[in-house]
């Protein structure tokens, strides 16, 4: 057996897995969240419902700050591993 093979320890693999695959969901929906809240807003604003806009728009903002905090996170944790 070759010696690299001993040296993988399955646990941290399993969970740089499913830290991948929950991080990539996360993002994807916060982002997704950004995009859906904006195109309602700006739907709103045209129609004359100018309250409902601005409630919508608060959600893309949060939405957006939350992303921008994950990926931040996300790149502080790349950066410090060692």
Do not use: C, N
């Not at 693999?13 to 990539?24: F, I, R």
């Not at 993002?27 to 309250?51: D, M, P, Y």
């Amino acid at each position: 057996m070759a010696p690299w093979i001993a040296a993988i320890d399955g646990g941290l693999l399993l969970e740089v897995v499913w830290v991948s695959l929950a991080a990539g969901i996360a993002v994807t929906l916060l982002f997704s969240l950004v995009v859906l809240f904006a195109a309602r807003s700006a739907e709103h604003r045209r129609s004359g419902r100018s309250a409902s806009a601005a409630v919508q728009a608060t959600a893309a903002v949060v939405s957006f700050a939350v992303f921008s905090a994950l990926v931040v996170y996300g790149v502080h944790i790349m950066l410090t591993k060692s």
